[in-house]
């Protein structure tokens, strides 16, 4: 059974940073592109980045771009997320998602494998 597991968020003033963890277990990791997904209040669940299987490859949605890094260490089971310059705007519940095997992660339909989520809520 696969299990993700997320840690890292909170509450955090405008501009400030935080750095998300995902820890998975029952899958073969490498086989496995990752992702971030997040889902603000009354909104629907938005892509926010991925990466390959063994993290030559990223991508970012628009709005995170330059400000957020995604990242693994496949030896360790985990996937980061490194948000910088945090805007209000990036107030949301963050999800850590497992793409199917092998097979692209950039849209909710993608996703094999969900956490449960944890939230991030930049305020003043």
């Known amino acids: 059974q696969v299990q993700l597991v997320e840690s890292g968020g909170g509450l955090v003033q405008p501009g400030g940073s935080l750095r998300l963890s995902c820890a998975a277990s029952?899958?073969?990791?490498?086989?496995?592109?990752m992702g971030w997904f997040r889902q603000a209040a009354g909104k629907e669940r938005d892509f926010v980045a991925n990466i390959s299987r063994l993290g030559s490859s990223t991508n970012y949605a628009d709005s995170v771009k330059g400000r957020f890094t995604i990242s693994r260490d496949n030896a360790k089971n985990t996937v980061f997320l490194r948000m910088i310059s945090l805007k209000p705007e990036d107030t949301a519940v963050y999800y850590c998602a497992a793409g199917r095997p092998y097979d692209s992660l950039w849209r909710p339909n993608d996703v094999g494998s969900w956490g449960q989520g944890t939230q991030v809520t930049v305020s003043s």
């Open positions: 029952g899958l073969t990791f490498s086989h496995h592109a």
